[in-house]
């Protein structure tokens, strides 16, 4: 089932190169068909799991290159089975919403299915260097999807984005031949990398373990290497801002999650250092946020800051806070997600991301502003919400491990509210606004169709039954969760 999972995507990429590109809307439902299919796999797979065990489930390797020590070894856990059902559902929604895609149809869908593809191998590989070569190929559909398919300044954005990771990821490989070079057998498997990097003394751990960190860190995004991230989601067609936000991120952060268990000791003596960079991280996000007005840079900001979060989650050491964290992921993925998705659909129709630009959507749209409403509600973890939880147990975490101090959060907190509830404010409220593009003016604009509103929906139904009902989440996490803490002392 896992190998059928991770090949779907591929071969849908394949049919979908074999259609004609003027055949806009067959290549669109097939592609659909294929990601709602991957979605549904990757439910079954969920279905298979079994959440009493801390174990690799689905465990499976072949020998890739022997002389090296590489395999493909390919296994689920709890930290991991979260991650794939995500991808499945953000590449989903990603597909069905880019209705706007006219132009160049044919390679915007297969390279969608092709990063599809990777993001799920780089969440089930148990050899690291199957891991870092998937980790790498996200990079190419990325780039091309930013560049040929973007907004004004696109080509700046991608190769920016495209310079920023690979020099991330120069740090990462270097970080794991180093580790590659202790491990028993000179093998990548995660288990003997884990095994050999005991053997290390405490300051190569910490050096091997800051280019591990630096190499996620750039993904995460970490302050200060978050610089590519507003160019990027800008500029990005909003179906891969979705998926930037929504899954991209939680990559790094994924890894960070992986290199902790594999250095364990280098973790504990950087878990104050790394603390702060969450603080910063989330405070500094929170502000640029706030003093956004292009709704599209405004999520982005955003999300640095919610990444913080995830990282003081990890940072805490203790099974509180990694369960805040890997909550905080998929929280945030189905939020910015939504967000995301609204967004685009809102510059569908008007050709305009300003917030002054709009008003009153409540009487205009209501389905627009009630999913509007929620997301951002939603994005600052009011209670009833996934964020919520996420945050909460984030909090107890921390709370632990550095008691008072923890109320320097609540500045990230307080300003995370104030631009969601100022985006409220003006999308929802206030005098109606014609719209540029729009002939008639405001009395043109349209509210989600039905099949918005099915995508959004989706989302929606994810942010409030996690919310309100986290126990199957955390069910799937508790194993995993407490073996890994164990593991790190916390």
Same mark, same amino acid.
């Given at each position: 089932?896992?190998?059928?999972?991770?090949?779907?995507?591929?071969?849908?990429?394949?049919?979908?190169?074999?259609?004609?590109?003027?055949?806009?809307?067959?290549?669109?439902?097939?592609?659909?068909?294929?990601?709602?299919?991957?979605?549904?796999?990757?439910?079954?797979?969920?279905?298979?799991?079994?959440?009493?065990?801390?174990?690799?489930?689905?465990?499976?390797?072949?020998?890739?290159?022997?002389?090296?020590?590489?395999?493909?070894?390919?296994?689920?856990?709890?930290?991991?089975?979260?991650?794939?059902?995500?991808?499945?559902?953000?590449?989903?929604?990603?597909?069905?919403?880019?209705?706007?895609?006219?132009v160049g149809a044919k390679l915007y869908f297969s390279l969608i299915l092709v990063l599809e593809a990777s993001l799920l191998v780089v969440f089930a590989a148990r050899d690291w260097s199957l891991f870092y070569v998937f980790w790498e190929l996200t990079?190419?559909?990325?780039?091309?999807?930013?560049?040929?398919?973007?907004?004004?300044?696109?080509h700046r954005a991608a190769l920016n984005f495209v310079l920023y990771t690979l020099g991330g990821s120069v740090f990462l490989l270097i970080a794991l031949l180093l580790l590659y070079d202790v491990a028993p057998e000179h093998s990548f498997a995660m288990?003997?990398?884990?095994?050999?990097?005991?053997?290390?003394?405490?300051?190569?751990?910490?050096?091997?373990?800051?280019?591990?960190?630096?190499?996620?860190?750039?993904?995460?995004?970490?302050?200060?290497?978050?610089?590519?991230?507003?160019?990027?989601?800008?500029?990005?067609?909003?179906?891969?801002?979705?998926?930037?936000?929504?899954?991209?991120?939680?990559?790094?952060?994924?890894?960070?999650?992986?290199?902790?268990?594999?250095?364990? /000791?280098?973790?504990? @003596?950087?878990?104050?250092? %790394? !603390? #702060? $960079? &969450?603080?910063?991280? +989330?405070?500094?996000? *929170?502000?640029?946020?706030?003093?956004?007005?292009?709704?599209?840079?405004?999520?982005?900001?955003?999300?640095?800051?919610?990444?913080?979060?995830?990282?003081?989650?990890?940072?805490?050491?203790?099974?509180?806070?990694?369960?805040?964290?890997?909550?905080?992921?998929?929280?945030?993925?189905?939020?910015?997600?939504?967000?995301?998705?609204?967004?685009?659909?809102?510059?569908?129709?008007?050709?305009?991301?300003?917030?002054?630009?709009?008003?009153?959507?409540?009487?205009? /749209?209501?389905?627009? @502003?009630?999913?509007?409403? %929620? !997301? #951002? $509600? &939603?994005?600052?973890? +009011?209670?009833?919400? *996934?964020?919520?939880?996420?945050?909460?147990?984030?909090?107890?975490?921390?709370?632990?491990?550095?008691?008072?101090?923890?109320?320097?959060?609540?500045?990230?907190?307080?300003?995370?509210?104030?631009?969601?509830?100022?985006?409220?404010?003006?999308?929802?409220t206030g005098p109606e606004r014609p719209f540029a593009g729009a002939p008639a003016g405001v009395a043109t604009f349209a509210d989600l169709k039905n099949s918005e509103m099915a995508t959004a929906a989706l989302l929606g139904v994810g942010i409030v039954?996690?919310?309100?009902?986290?126990?199957?989440? %955390?069910?799937? $996490? &508790?194993?995993?969760?407490?073996?890994?803490?164990?593991?790190?002392?916390?």
């Amino acid at each position: 089932m896992l190998k059928t999972l991770l090949l779907l995507p591929l071969l849908g990429a394949g049919l979908v190169l074999l259609l004609p590109s003027r055949r806009v809307d067959l290549l669109r439902h097939l592609a659909s068909i294929i990601a709602a299919a991957t979605m549904l796999c990757a439910c079954l797979l969920l279905l298979n799991f079994d959440p009493t065990s801390g174990a690799i489930q689905f465990y499976e390797t072949r020998p890739w290159n022997p002389r090296v020590g590489s395999s493909l070894a390919l296994g689920v856990d709890g930290v991991s089975m979260p991650m794939i059902l995500l991808a499945s559902v953000l590449c989903f929604v990603a597909i069905v919403s880019s209705t706007g895609i006219r132009v160049g149809a044919k390679l915007y869908f297969s390279l969608i299915l092709v990063l599809e593809a990777s993001l799920l191998v780089v969440f089930a590989a148990r050899d690291w260097s199957l891991f870092y070569v998937f980790w790498e190929l996200t990079l190419i559909p990325l780039f091309f999807l930013i560049d040929r398919l973007g907004g004004a300044n696109r080509h700046r954005a991608a190769l920016n984005f495209v310079l920023y990771t690979l020099g991330g990821s120069v740090f990462l490989l270097i970080a794991l031949l180093l580790l590659y070079d202790v491990a028993p057998e000179h093998s990548f498997a995660m288990a003997d990398m884990a095994a050999g990097s005991a053997q290390l003394p405490e300051k190569t751990q910490l050096l091997v373990f800051l280019g591990l960190l630096i190499g996620f860190g750039v993904k995460m995004p970490i302050v200060p290497l978050h610089g590519w991230l507003p160019l990027a989601h800008v500029e990005a067609p909003s179906p891969i801002s979705i998926l930037l936000s929504g899954i991209l991120l939680k990559m790094g952060a994924y890894g960070l999650i992986r290199a902790a268990w594999t250095l364990p /000791a280098a973790v504990r @003596a950087l878990q104050d250092w %790394l !603390a #702060l $960079l &969450a603080v910063i991280s +989330l405070i500094y996000g *929170a502000v640029l946020a706030w003093r956004q007005t292009d709704l599209k840079a405004m999520i982005a900001y955003s999300s640095i800051s919610h990444m913080g979060i995830v990282l003081l989650g990890i940072a805490t050491l203790n099974e509180a806070g990694l369960n805040g964290a890997l909550t905080q992921m998929v929280a945030h993925g189905l939020a910015a997600g939504l967000l995301f998705l609204l967004i685009g659909l809102l510059y569908e129709r008007t050709h305009n991301r300003e917030l002054a630009a709009y008003g009153s959507l409540n009487r205009l /749209a209501p389905r627009f @502003a009630v999913f509007i409403v %929620l !997301a #951002l $509600l &939603a994005s600052v973890g +009011l209670p009833g919400s *996934a964020g919520f939880v996420a945050e909460l147990q984030v909090l107890i975490g921390a709370y632990g491990r550095w008691g008072g101090w923890l109320a320097v959060v609540s500045i990230g907190v307080l300003i995370s509210a104030a631009y969601a509830l100022r985006a409220i404010r003006g999308l929802s409220t206030g005098p109606e606004r014609p719209f540029a593009g729009a002939p008639a003016g405001v009395a043109t604009f349209a509210d989600l169709k039905n099949s918005e509103m099915a995508t959004a929906a989706l989302l929606g139904v994810g942010i409030v039954g996690i919310g309100f009902y986290p126990a199957p989440l %955390l069910g799937v $996490l &508790a194993w995993s969760v407490a073996r890994l803490a164990q593991h790190l002392g916390g």
